[in-house]
């Protein structure tokens, strides 16, 4: 049987690098697409492109290509919200580009990393189902709404992932800030942060996508994707404290010092994270076959590890 060959854009990303190591170790050929020159195994053709912002000629880019999976994208965490404009130019008319690119290219599976945001906003008063109407509440939710609008338009068969928040090697954002909490020397002020939270270890993510390659009951879907259970966040920063030798006590602060202590620093979005529920169901994913391949602890035992490993490099 002919190798399918993927095109991975965003590959020199925190899940890209993972799943191009996923992919080669599954069987594929992989060709990645990055805006800059990155170190990867020597059987996989690496492209560079400009950013998204600008057109980009995918055409010889995508000859001998069965499969895309679409990574690259302006994530909400490095700009401010209100640069709109650039949210919409990478997000929605880049993807846009691509999609249409992967029509006339006849390719046969256009996968498509989304995002919670969506479809909610920074959390949710019931568990979140694909069916439910898709309300985001900021610019970079809504550009990626539009980017999967812009991919069922261009009429390529697609799979589209709704990831909540993700966790592994060198996290960043949020799940960067629960870890420099539990690295704490000091007891911990969280003990009211009481909201259930879905997370997503990167294995799950990846054995997910692969499972949609190799699934073709997966075209024309989206998924909400999540490990198997939501975790409330003091639980998280205590497991996380437990994993490293750390003190479990904790202080119990009222919450509107919390409160405005995070918004005096211009964090008031923290709140909602970590106080609010967001909690998403993963059945209809699981109604064909996939399962999480990991649970969040073992998830998170694996992130420490990795974490260590790197501090402990001369």
């Not at 919200?81 to 691509?98: K, P």
């Not at 970079?140 to 261009?154: D, H, N």
């Not at 799950?204 to 997966?218: G, K, Q, R, Y």
């Not at 999480?292 to 001369?314: F, H, K, Q, W």
């Amino acid at each position: 049987m002919k190798t399918k060959r993927i095109l991975v854009t965003g590959a020199s990303g925190f899940i890209g690098r993972l799943l191009v190591a996923a992919l080669l170790r599954a069987g594929y050929a992989v060709r990645t697409a990055t805006r800059r020159q990155v170190p990867f195994p020597d059987s996989v053709e690496a492209v560079i492109i400009p950013d998204l912002k600008n057109p980009v000629d995918w055409n010889p880019i995508l000859r001998g290509v069965d499969i895309i999976v679409h990574l690259a994208g302006l994530a909400h965490v490095k700009i401010p919200d209100t640069a709109s404009s650039e949210f919409d130019q990478v997000n929605r008319i880049g993807t846009q580009r691509l999609a249409q690119a992967a029509k006339e290219a006849a390719i046969e599976r256009f996968v498509y990393i989304s995002s919670v945001r969506a479809q909610v906003g920074t959390s949710a008063a019931h568990p979140l189902r694909e069916q439910d109407k898709p309300c985001p509440t900021d610019q970079y939710g809504r550009s990626k709404l539009a980017a999967e609008l812009a991919i069922r338009a261009a009429g390529v068969p697609f799979t589209i992932f709704r990831p909540v928040v993700v966790y592994g090697p060198h996290p960043k954002g949020n799940i960067r800030t629960l870890v420099r909490l539990a690295r704490s020397p000091f007891p911990f002020p969280v003990a009211s942060f009481s909201g259930r939270r879905a997370l997503l270890g990167i294995d799950n993510l990846i054995s997910a996508i692969v499972f949609a390659l190799n699934n073709p009951i997966t075209v024309g879907e989206t998924y909400m994707l999540a490990d198997s259970a939501p975790m409330i966040v003091s639980e998280i920063v205590a497991i996380l404290r437990k994993m490293q030798g750390r003190s479990l006590r904790a202080i119990n602060v009222p919450q509107v010092i919390i409160r405005l202590s995070l918004m005096i620093c211009g964090r008031g979005d923290l709140w909602s994270r970590f106080s609010e529920d967001l909690i998403v169901d993963t059945s209809k994913l699981e109604l064909v076959g996939w399962r999480p391949v990991i649970d969040t602890y073992e998830g998170l035992r694996r992130m420490l590890r990795a974490e260590d490993g790197e501090s402990a490099r001369p």
